[in-house]
């Protein structure tokens, strides 16, 4: 069973303060990792997709790394804007349907 | 852009009430639709995925003739949440893929539908 553990649950940064975000997952096989933002009453909105290990992506202040076992979101000098849920989530190779499989999301809240 | 709007955004009704959720994909077509509840805290839950012109498939727990999908189109899938009672109070999530069907394709969500039954 494919599994997705995110850490922290929540994260506290003063604006300008870098920091990670952790996705420890476990697939049989991985056909993608995805990172989406979550905003309260929203839905999740794509960042995004990394394919297979010591791939990086960039966009804005969030950098996104893959290795074999986990994925880090790294957020430079984040803005007050940046606040919201980052959820992770995984699909599996032998998934026909191309489903996912969630973590719990972290929760990050910047302080001006 | 990849736009999926979901209608409503809100909706409160009485228990016994049968309730329906539209997921649109505005600009593209989505051979491919995914259902999802959320708890607060808690991760997204997939609860059906929705085929264009073919019956969906339910995960496992998810009582089918109690939660209700058709995908008549490349760009419309609804669920109707039947008889409805205090427990099937969630936020429900719509997904899309884009077709054609290409490995590693992102999901792109509507903004959700908070369902409130009294």
């Known amino acids: 069973e494919d599994q997705v553990t995110q850490s922290p649950e929540a994260l506290r940064l003063q604006e300008g303060e870098s920091s990670s975000l952790n996705c420890s997952y476990t697939?049989?096989?991985?056909?993608?990792l995805f990172w989406y933002r979550q905003d309260p009453g929203k839905g999740p909105e794509f960042l995004f997709t990394?394919?297979?290990a010591g791939e990086e992506k960039e966009k804005e202040r969030l950098k996104a790394t893959l290795t074999k076992k986990e994925s880090f979101l790294h957020i430079t000098a984040p803005k007050p804007e940046d606040s919201a849920t980052y959820l992770c989530a995984v699909q599996n190779s032998g998934a026909g349907s191309y489903q996912l499989t969630f973590g719990k999301g972290t929760k990050l809240s910047v302080i001006p | 852009g990849a736009v999926v709007s979901q209608h409503p955004s809100w909706v409160i009704c009485k228990s016994g009430t049968s309730v329906k959720i539209e997921c649109r994909s505005l600009?593209?077509?989505?051979?491919?639709m995914f259902w999802y509840r959320q708890f607060p805290k808690q991760s997204l839950m997939l609860m059906a995925t929705?085929?264009?012109?073919?019956?969906?498939?339910?995960e496992q727990g998810v009582e089918k003739d109690k939660f209700l999908i058709n995908h008549a189109s490349l760009t419309l899938s609804t669920l109707t949440v039947t008889s409805a009672h205090p427990e099937d109070s969630s936020f429900y999530i719509c997904s899309a893929r884009k077709t054609p069907r290409v490995d590693n394709q992102p999901q792109h969500f509507g903004d959700g539908t908070r369902l409130s039954i009294l």
């Open positions: 697939v049989s096989g991985l056909r993608g």
């Open positions: 929705s085929n264009e012109g073919s019956k969906a498939t339910y």
């Open positions: 600009d593209f077509q989505a051979t491919t």
């Open positions: 990394l394919y297979s």
